[in-house]
Structures are given as C-alpha cells and as structure tokens.
C-alpha cells in the first residue's frame, strides 16, 4: 500500500505525521494519565514497562507522555510482526519505535544490545515485558528481557505502568476499536536491588504493575452526589 | 422554541438569573471561606455552578435549533453516557462485535428514528430488535463466562443511556396543546425539574440531611433531603405549568412523579457504579464526574413523563 511512496523523490519524513498520531491515539482511547508518585522526566533515561492486551498500547501509553517526554521515549516492538510489510513499518517509524528480533537471536542480532545501545544514545523505552498481547486483561508471566536489559543499564529507572480497557477497546484478533475509556496508570519508578535474583525481579516488577490497577481513575475521586 | 412568547421571555430571565446570582453568590463565598475544608466546599460549588453555565447554554442551544439540534445533542450525550456504562461495566473480547454494532449502528439508528418520528420502530428498535441481536453476536464468540451477564450489561446500557434518553428529544414529535413556548416547553419541563430535584435534595440534605435513607447506596441520600428536595421541586414544577399542556395541579404531580422516578433513577445508577467499587462514571463535567452522574436521573424520569404525555395528553 505505502509503496508508491518510496517512489518519491523525497522520501515522506513520517516524523512529521506524530501530533497527528498522538491527536488520533488521545480521541480514540480516550487516555488519561496518572501519575502515582512519579514526575515526568525528560532528563532521565527510562524503560517504561507495562502489561500488553492490544495494539493501541504502545501508541496509547507514547500519546499519554508529555512532549518534551515523548520525544525521547521509543516503543520498543517485534520486528517478525512488525517489520513484515511496507505499512507496518511505516506505523512504527510513525510512533519512532525500536524494531527488535524475538526469535532467532545471535550474538551479532541481539535485541538486549540493540535496547541498551538506545538508552545509551539518551532515549527512553517503552517495553511490554510479556512478549506477546495477552487476552482479557490476564496479566501473563514476565520474560527476562526486562532483568538483562536492567543489568546491563543499571542506572535507568524502571517504571511501571498500567494500562487499563485498552484490551476492550482493541482487543486481540480484531480490526475496529470501539470507543471506550481507558487509562494510563504511571508508578514508582524502581530499580534491580543488588544481589537480587531474575525470577524474584520479575516477579517483583509485575507486582509492580499489577498493584497500580488500585489507582485507575473513579476509584478515589472525593465529592459527589 | 417559540421566541416571541411571554413564557419563553420569563424562563430565559429566570434561568439566566438563577445562575447569575449563584454565581455572585459563588464568588462572595471565596472570597470570605477562611479554613481549607470550606475553601474546598466553596470550590466545588463553583465547578457546579460553571458547569451548570456550559449545560444550561449547551441545552438553549440545543432547543433553540428545533428538533433537529436538540436530536442531535441527546445523541451526543447518550453517546458519551453509553460509553462511561461500558466503560465500567466488564465485558470480554467475545463481546466486541456486540459492542461495536451498539455505538455505531443501533445509537445512531435510535435518534434517526427520533428524527423520523417512526413511534413504532422507535419504541420497539432496542427492547425487540437489538435485544435480541446483542446475545446472538455474543454466541458467536465463543466465549460462555458470564455470559448472561455480559449480554445483560450490554443491553442494559442500551436501554438506559439510549432508549431512555432518546425519549427527551422524542418528546418534541408528541402533538399536545397548549404549547406556549413551542415543542421545546415539556423538554425544558422534565430537565428543568428532574435536575431541579436534584439541587433541591442536595441543599435540602447541606441544611439538615440526618437520616441517610439508603446509606450503603448513597450516603449523601437523606430522608430530609428528599422529602423537602421533592416537594420543593414539585412546587417550582407546578408554578412551571406554562411551559407544558398541564394546568397547575397537573404540572405538580407529573413533577412529583418525575421526582421519585428520577430520585430512584439516581439510586440504580448509584447502585451500580459501587457494586464496581468506583464513586464516579468519569471526568467529563467538573465537579459533577461523568455524563452518567448528571443524567442518571433523567434516564428513569424521561421514558415515562413521555408516556404520560403521551398517554394522557397527546391527539393520536
């Protein structure tokens, strides 16, 4: 479909499509960011994870940053999906996402150096620690992509963040949205504790997430009748 | 509407004034709040009455552009009120195609209908037609958790945030008579009340709300507060009489009548949003939460102050 484009003799900067990106995310999902006990930061390098239900997620949860945030925030996704057709790969460059291999992975193609090597450059990631979306807003097991790339950039904060109804708005297996609300829940950011194992960590950093549902907006909003 | 009448002279000067002098007095109470917690009070009070401004020009608007522009908005608001009770209420991926028909083909067909004029279709479109093809869509995803529940939920918020609700802007279609403000006096009558009631019970409950009447549901729901709010609002309805073909003593009790059904209207939706252990629909009016919360009871009071009207009153 986007083939006519590479035709041009100027190949389409697709930088210039993302207010129109972030307007078109924020009306369809209808986001709303909280932010429990954390700033948003431009001058920090960090991985934002997040339990992962639809594709709307990565757009939506990179829509809900601030701009100067944003800018330097990439959506971090698989390239054996997305990298598959001229469209596909056009949406990422869209969002500034970091195409990375799930599968097959040598020495010379592997995606835990290609991340920190970003984070390296001063840009912040957005990773969806599950792998893969899940269905009905299941939170599955975390893989330890999350705990390898934290060792091996110790000092960016890890921040966990919830993101609710996104699985009903776009679900796994469909193609329309339906126009629900949903919420980005931004938490504490949080570290790997020296001398903690893998397993503990990621168990840890989903409890993370999971413990963020409890601030979804409505559940705590004081006077009304 | 119908400008050059006396009564549409009197409700303007009367709406416009009651909110000029709430807002006068908003801004003498900022002014003289000296503890925090009154700060807060006098804060949200004046979100309130903000938003009652945005409302109260959003609905002149509305009927000042007939029966096409008030169709319109109702549409709107039920749309924004169906999406906050879908919001909340839980549904499972199955039910996406069920959903996806509800927002973008039974909503708008519904308030085509009121554009129409179709009585019949309009009356039996979602209790008939859309209840039966929400559960069928729903078979087709295979998926049986909850399912009785989750069809429940769906039709359920049909139901209440678009049948209910396209009533208001059906209303215009009835032939009654008197209509001395045009077909747009009976909307003004049940919003002006239904909301009135409201208000009412609200400051009737400030002043002197001790018994809460169903404390689990709505803690701020008193005996006091709905007794003087009802009979309050029942006595403005009375003295409203001009606006609808009612003479005073009708006016007062249809206004009765839209009070409990609307008082009770409050306490369902209420109801609902705590079995989901949340205390508003949303964010969308400041100071007021979500579409849902200002309309709830509106959802309960339309359907049957139509049929009333209808009943009782209309020519065919």
């Known amino acids: 479909m986007a083939g006519w484009l590479t035709t041009l003799r100027h190949p389409i900067d697709y930088r210039m499509l993302r207010p129109l990106a972030v307007t078109l995310t924020r009306l369809i999902t209808g986001a709303n960011a909280t932010w429990v006990n954390c700033e948003p930061r431009a001058d920090r390098v960090r991985v934002y994870f997040a339990n992962h239900g639809s594709h709307l997620d990565f757009a939506t949860l990179w829509a809900a940053l601030p701009g100067d945030v944003r800018d330097k925030t990439r959506p971090v996704a698989a390239r054996d999906y997305w990298g598959r057709t001229r469209l596909s790969r056009a949406t990422i460059n869209v969002f500034n996402g970091l195409l990375i291999a799930r599968e097959g992975i040598t020495r010379r193609d592997n995606p835990i150096e290609q991340m920190a090597e970003a984070m390296r450059a001063g840009h912040s990631l957005i990773l969806f620690p599950e792998g893969t979306r899940s269905h009905d807003g299941v939170i599955g097991e975390f893989k330890a992509g999350l705990y390898h790339l934290a060792s091996k950039v110790p000092d960016a904060e890890l921040v966990p963040v919830y993101l609710q109804n996104l699985n009903r708005i776009l679900p796994k297996g469909h193609l329309l949205p339906i126009p629900l609300i949903s919420s980005v829940v931004f938490g504490t950011p949080m570290l790997v504790e020296a001398g903690e194992r893998k397993h503990d960590f990621l168990a840890r950093a989903k409890q993370s997430v999971m413990n963020l549902m409890a601030h979804t907006p409505g559940t705590s909003t004081p006077q009304s009748s | ?316």
């Open chain 2, 1 to 316: 509407m119908n400008w050059s009448s006396p009564v549409t002279h009197h409700v303007l000067l009367v709406v416009f004034g009651v909110l000029g002098i709430s807002s006068l007095i908003g801004l003498i109470l900022s002014k003289r709040a000296t503890t925090d917690a009154g700060r807060a009070t006098v804060a949200n009070l004046n979100a309130r009455t903000n938003s009652w401004w945005v409302m109260v020009l959003v609905i002149f608007s509305a009927l000042a552009l007939g029966s096409i522009g008030t169709t319109i908005i109702f549409a709107l608001v039920s749309f924004l009120a169906l999406r906050e009770f879908l919001t909340v209420t839980p549904t499972r991926s199955a039910d996406h195609a069920a959903l996806f028909v509800s927002f973008f083909m039974v909503l708008p067909y519904q308030f085509w209908l009121v554009h129409t004029q179709w009585y019949g279709m309009f009356v039996i479109m979602i209790p008939v037609y859309a209840f039966v093809l929400i559960p069928m869509l729903a078979t087709l995803g295979g998926d049986v958790t909850d399912f009785l529940e989750r069809s429940a939920r769906t039709q359920w918020g049909l139901m209440v945030c678009v049948y209910f609700i396209s009533h208001i802007p059906m209303l215009m279609s009835l032939k009654v008579e008197p209509l001395r403000m045009g077909p747009a006096g009976p909307v003004l009558f049940l919003i002006a009340v239904t909301q009135g009631s409201d208000v009412f019970q609200y400051v009737w409950g400030k002043l002197c709300g001790k018994r809460p009447i169903v404390p689990k549901l709505s803690p701020k729901k008193t005996v006091e507060g709905f007794v003087g709010g009802v009979l309050t609002a029942s006595v403005v309805g009375a003295c409203m009489f001009r606006l609808t073909p009612f003479n005073p003593w009708q006016a007062g009790l249809v206004a009765l009548l839209l009070c409990i059904t609307g008082f009770f209207g409050g306490l369902v939706m209420s109801a609902i949003k705590r079995a989901r252990g949340i205390k508003d629909w949303g964010t969308l009016i400041e100071g007021h939460g979500g579409m849902m919360d200002r309309i709830d009871s509106l959802c309960f009071s339309a359907p049957v102050y139509f049929h009333v009207l209808r009943y009782f009153f209309a020519k065919d």
